[in-house]
């Protein structure tokens, strides 16, 4: 991992803590004891914890790509470089959830005022708890149909 992300996540978990004036382990324990008591508590515990899962799955990536250079020769094979395009995806995967903590973190960001903060404010409140359109069948009749047409008996 580089230094530079390591910096970004240190000073992401330091605007976290300093939010809610205390450590990161003792937000995460507050959260895991009461989740509704503060949502925006809640959504950042969840997507630190998500970034911190996305940084070790990059490492591991990453050592894994660092192995199989080692052993290659000038020209890179196939399985090298589906190695690095799963590095690829993992800093991607890493570097999209450090913008939702910075867009969480922010209190002017984009989607927060206006229109668009009173629509995310009414779909994160449960406005609809289904499916809008029925996804059960019908109710059968209470009492059975007369059979009719040809067949049917008199």
Known sequence: MSDDMENVVGMLTEQIERRFAMSMQ?????VAVAPEANREATELVRWHGLLTESEQTL?????ALLAALETQPDVVDDPTMALAHRVNVAVAARDGRAMVIRWLLDPNGYGKHGIEAERLARLSRGARTGPAVSTSAPPRPATPVPAQGRGALR
Request: negative net charge.
């Open 26 to 30: 003792e937000l995460k324990s507050t």
């Open 59 to 63: 490492a591991r990536a990453e050592d």
